[in-house]
Structures are given as structure tokens and as C-alpha cells.
């Protein structure tokens, strides 16, 4: 079965300094993946999402990620994290041709706390 | 645009009721919906899937009979908890997607159920 693997359980900045968070998944097909972000008591929004041409995408409040199909990975940046990043970080899959076409799997978050 | 709504934002019951929640899609008709279960700190889990006008697929392990699912309209889809347990205490979240199933899901802000 497939399945989405984010490395950092809990990530701790400051701000202004640069974030990275790793995503992997499991499938050799085509994928459309997404990033989703929950911040403290609201509910799930997108921040940015592939589903083919340039890898490099770029999301809202300056965002971005890269899929590298080599490797399995759709990994979020952003240049210089703010306070106001404080939240839970969702990568998720939908994983075509597979037997959960059209089901979202979901990394098992990310936690980021910006410190000011 | 996109907005998906759900209510009620937080409910409590007595075990052995049941309880209904509803999901909307405010600004577009959604041909599918998902409802998932976040338990705390930890992600989703889908549970079903709903096209307008069809039964529900059930993810493998949830009981079809306890967690009823219609999908009336393309805007409207409901989930009711049947004869609750404490067990089923949980965050449900709804989200829609407006074409396909592997398109860009759309979230709701989630109910809060408290099963004493």
C-alpha cells in the first residue's frame, strides 16, 4: 500500500531563518501531491500542489515545493519563516492508477513553532 | 472561493445516541466528498467516500453501520455517528472536491465529538 513519509515530527525556528520539510512517498506511478497546513484551531488549508510541468511549485505566503520524482520526494520550503508559520504541516498524496486513486494520503505532519 | 463548512463545530452526547454532522460546500457543487478522522496529534484517516446520488465507500475497518453517510446533493453530505460509544470521541472533518476525486480537496473546520 502506499504511504507518505515526512521526516520531522517537530521543527523549532526562529524566525527569518529558512525551513525545509521532507516528504516521501510510496508509489512508482504519477502522483498529484499537496501540501496542507492547519494553523492552531482552524481547519485545513492548501498551500500549494503538483500535478504536472514544472516541478518547482510555488504556493501562497511565499511557499514552495519540488518534486523530485527520483527520488520520491515533494519537499516544502520557504526562504524565511515568520511567527505567524506556527502550525502543523500535511503532505499528502493521491496516488493515480493505484487502488486509492482519488484518496488522500496523508504524511503524519509536521509540526513547526517559530519562535520571535 | 472553495469554502467548505461543516456543523456542528463541537458537539457532546450521551453514549448510546446519535449524533449527525453535517458538511456543505458553500460556493460549488462538489461531485465527491470525503470524511476523515484526526485523532490528537496525529493525522488523517480517511473513512469514507461519497458521490452524490451513490452509496459511500467505507475505508477497510470502518463500520459502515455505525458512521451512516448520505451525500443528498452536491452540496450537502452528512455523517451520523449511530449508537455512540466513548471510543468514538474524535475530530471529523469533512472536505469536497468540485470534479474528480483526485482533484484538490477542499477542507471543512472540522467537529469536535464528545461521546461521556
Known amino acids: 500500500a502506499q504511504s507518505v513519509s515526512q521526516h520531522n515530527h517537530h521543527v523549532i525556528l526562529s524566525e527569518a531563518a529558512s525551513l525545509e520539510l521532507g516528504c516521501n512517498y510510496s508509489?512508482?506511478?504519477?502522483?498529484?501531491l499537496f501540501w496542507y497546513v492547519q494553523y492552531p484551531g482552524q481547519h485545513l488549508q492548501l498551500l500549494l500542489k503538483?500535478?504536472?510541468?514544472?516541478?518547482l511549485v510555488k504556493g501562497i505566503k511565499g511557499f514552495e515545493a519540488e518534486f523530485i520524482k527520483s527520488k520520491f520526494s515533494f519537499n516544502l520550503r520557504k526562504p524565511s519563516v515568520q511567527w505567524s508559520d506556527t502550525a502543523e504541516y500535511f503532505c499528502?498524496?493521491?496516488?493515480?492508477?493505484?487502488?486509492?486513486?482519488?484518496?488522500?494520503?496523508f504524511g503524519q505532519g509536521t509540526t513547526l513553532q517559530v519562535k520571535p | 472561493g472553495a469554502v467548505v463548512s461543516q456543523h456542528p463545530s463541537r458537539v457532546i452526547c450521551k453514549s448510546g445516541t446519535s449524533v449527525k454532522i453535517e458538511c456543505r460546500s458553500l460556493?460549488?457543487?462538489?461531485?465527491?466528498m470525503f470524511w476523515y478522522r484526526q485523532f490528537p496529534k496525529q493525522s488523517l484517516m480517511l473513512m469514507a467516500t461519497s458521490n452524490e446520488g451513490s452509496k459511500a465507500t467505507y475505508e477497510q475497518g470502518v463500520e459502515k453501520d455505525k458512521f451512516l453517510i448520505n451525500h443528498a446533493s452536491l452540496t450537502l453530505s452528512t455523517l451520523t455517528v449511530t449508537s455512540a460509544h466513548p471510543e468514538d470521541s474524535s475530530f471529523y472533518i469533512c472536505?469536497?472536491?468540485?470534479?474528480?476525486?483526485?482533484?484538490?480537496?477542499?477542507f471543512g473546520p472540522g467537529t469536535r465529538l464528545t461521546v461521556l
Open positions: 508509489y512508482g506511478g504519477t502522483v498529484n
Open positions: 472536505s469536497a472536491s468540485v470534479t474528480a476525486s483526485t482533484d484538490t480537496q477542499y
Open positions: 460556493d460549488f457543487q462538489a461531485t465527491t
Open positions: 503538483y500535478f504536472s510541468g514544472d516541478p
Open positions: 499528502a498524496v493521491n496516488a493515480i492508477g493505484s487502488s486509492n486513486t482519488g484518496k488522500l494520503i
